[in-house]
C-alpha cells in the first residue's frame, strides 16, 4: 500500500511556472511507477506524464511536451511536475497516482492516487 499527497498548486498568470509535488509513503514507494493526470470541469481525466520508479524513463502527453518536466528524488519520496509556460488550459486539479507495473498513460492502469491539487492559469 502506498499514499500519496499532493501540493504546490496554486493561481499563476499564463506564460508563468509552478511545481508540484507527490509526497509518497508506505512500503517501498521507490519502486511505484508514478504519473501525473489532470482533471477540467466537465472532463474526463487525462494523462500528463509518467516517471518509471528509477526516473530514467519518460512519458508526456502532447499538450505539455516541452512546457512541463517531470522527475523523481527517491531519497525524499517525492516526484515533481514542474510546469512551465503555463496556459489557462492548463486549469485543471493535478492528480499524482503510482502503479507496480511500467510506464502507463491510462488513469485505469494506476493503482493509487492523491487527492489532488487545483491548478489556475489566468490569462
Known amino acids: 500500500q502506498v499514499q500519496l499527497v499532493e501540493s504546490g498548486g496554486g493561481l499563476a498568470q499564463a506564460g508563468g511556472s509552478l511545481r508540484l509535488s507527490c509526497t509518497t509513503s508506505?512500503?517501498?514507494?521507490?519502486?511505484?511507477?508514478m504519473g501525473w493526470f489532470r482533471q477540467a470541469p466537465g472532463k474526463e481525466r487525462e494523462f500528463v506524464a509518467s516517471?518509471?520508479?528509477?526516473?530514467?524513463?519518460?512519458l508526456y502527453s502532447d499538450s505539455v511536451k516541452g512546457r512541463f518536466t517531470i522527475s523523481r528524488d527517491n531519497a525524499k519520496n517525492t516526484m515533481y511536475l514542474q510546469m512551465n509556460n503555463l496556459k489557462p488550459e492548463d486549469t485543471a486539479v493535478y492528480y499524482c497516482?503510482?502503479?507496480?507495473?511500467?510506464?502507463?498513460?491510462?488513469?485505469?492502469?494506476?493503482?493509487?492516487w492523491g487527492q489532488g491539487t487545483q491548478v489556475t492559469v489566468s490569462s
Open positions: 516517471i518509471s520508479y528509477s526516473g530514467a524513463s519518460t
Open positions: 497516482a503510482a502503479r507496480l507495473s511500467g510506464l502507463a498513460v491510462k488513469a485505469e492502469s494506476f493503482n493509487y
Open positions: 508506505g512500503r517501498t514507494a521507490s519502486s511505484y511507477t
